[in-house]
């Protein structure tokens, strides 16, 4: 496995949950770094990137709320999630930008 995901959980509304992506050296450090995320009958989206040299890319509509950060020594990426809505369930996915590559998602249920 070459991305590894986890963090997910059920949280209440107005709660927290951090996500990270753990990927092999060769891929962290070659890749920009991505989390997307997929609600049931919808498509998958893109949630934050983080490029290799730590610029930062939000969608609109979790500026402010969720931070996406990485971690060089440890070959992982973190989305750190707060003021969760109930709009926020899915399942989340890292990806690697550059090859293309996908973790395995991590659900997360937003209860109202």
């Known amino acids: 496995v070459q991305l590894q995901a986890s963090g997910g959980g059920l949280v209440q509304a107005g709660g927290s949950l951090r996500l990270s992506c753990t990927a092999s050296?060769?891929?962290?450090?070659?890749?920009?770094m991505g989390w997307y995320r997929q609600a049931p009958a919808k498509q998958r989206e893109m949630v934050a990137v983080?490029?290799?040299?730590?610029?930062?890319y939000y969608a609109s509509f979790v500026k402010g709320r969720f931070t996406i950060s990485r971690d060089s020594a440890k070959n992982t990426v973190y989305l750190q999630m707060d003021s969760l809505r109930p709009e926020d369930t899915a399942a989340y996915y890292c990806?690697?930008?550059?090859?293309?590559?996908w973790g395995q998602g991590t659900l997360v249920t937003v209860s109202s």
């Open positions: 990806y690697a930008l550059n090859n293309r590559f």
């Open positions: 050296g060769s891929i962290f450090s070659a890749n920009d």
């Open positions: 983080i490029s290799s040299d730590g610029k930062t």
